[in-house]
């Protein structure tokens, strides 16, 4: 998906999460390029995670080093360049020095119709959301290497995780658990629950999701408009916490345990003047029942949380 917004708007933002993982899973670093056009501080970054030391950088750079293009996610900031092929890192900060290049192929494409173009499904046509979020990519193959403050980082024979969000804030209340790197090849799983707001009126709303579950060359959608119901939901706070899925026939039960996390800064009004602790070496439980006597489990890390209440 391209760049939504223009560089005329105001109190906007947004931003994509490129996820890296090594493959004997030693390694894993996400970058997060975006645009902030907030007023008075307009300008475009690449957020860094280290999921392994948890360690995060914010890199600004001025907006006019920003561009993109207009049919497909092709994006550049500063010196760096983020697209569907790959990416190019040149970062060169006085705590952040990053250079080399990974390349991405066997792309496994979250699947699109003219009625549900993306993972909001119908919810994509709604006016007036604070945010938006969809699905690039939801497994691919990495190789190549970069080199991070003098350490070689080799992502050959990796993988790799690619979404967005873009509006105006984040919710004021969410959790988001991913994960593509689990024991058994080929699957793939993101659910984010939030707090939507009705109109202008953020106190004011109802509790949406939304999430994939890709196992066995099948892709199930989770969302408030279809029929899949949270059936619980407890996340206390702790880093940790268990949600249940159903739609009348199937059951998936996520567990999800936050090891290392950082900090990362989030849009308010389009500035980037939110924090949020994410953890992307996480683990990540699933427990499928097929409605039919069969129950697969699986376990994968390192995988994606990050909880605002």
């Known amino acids: 998906m391209p760049f939504q917004g223009n560089l005329h708007k105001n109190k906007y933002f947004e931003g994509w999460y490129l996820k890296h993982v090594s493959k004997d899973r030693s390694r894993v670093i996400s970058f997060i390029p975006g645009v902030s056009l907030a007023p008075g501080d307009r300008h475009c970054f690449i957020q860094v995670i280290d999921g392994i030391s948890g360690k995060t ?21 500063g010196g760096s ?3 569907l092929d790959g990416c190019s890192i040149k970062i060169d900060e006085k705590d952040l020095k990053i250079e080399g290049t990974l390349n991405y192929s066997e792309m496994e494409y979250y699947p699109r119709t003219q009625g549900h173009p993306g993972i909001m499904g119908w919810f994509s046509f709604i006016p007036g959301l604070e945010c938006r979020h969809d699905v690039l990519s939801m497994n691919h193959s990495t190789s190549g290497t970069l080199r991070m403050n003098g350490e070689l980082l080799d992502f050959t024979q990796g993988g790799g995780y690619i979404e967005k969000d873009w509006g105006w804030n984040f919710p004021s209340s969410y959790m988001w658990i991913q994960c593509n790197s689990f024991d058994e090849p080929g699957v793939s799983f993101m659910l984010a629950v939030a707090h939507i707001p009705l ?5 004011k709303g ?13 892709v199930r959608t989770f969302g408030t408009w279809n029929k899949w119901k949270i059936k619980s939901c407890q996340f206390p706070g702790d880093g940790r916490g268990t949600v249940e899925l159903s739609d009348g026939h199937e059951r998936i039960i996520c567990r999800v345990e936050s090891n290392t996390a950082g900090l990362l800064k989030a849009p308010e009004r389009g500035a980037m003047s ?36």
């Open 57 to 77: 950088w914010y890199v600004r750079y001025p907006l006019e080093t920003f561009q993109w293009s207009k049919d497909t996610f092709s994006v550049s900031a």
């Open 274 to 309: 939110q924090v949020v602790k994410e953890s992307i070496n996480a683990s990540v439980y699933l427990q499928i029942n097929d409605g039919n006597g069969k129950i697969l489990s699986l376990e994968g890390h390192p995988g994606g949380f990050e909880q605002r209440i």
């Open 199 to 203: 109109f202008s009126f953020r106190k």
């Open 206 to 218: 109802f509790t949406g999701f939304l999430g994939f579950l890709q196992t066995r060359g099948k």
């Open 81 to 83: 360049k983020f697209s």
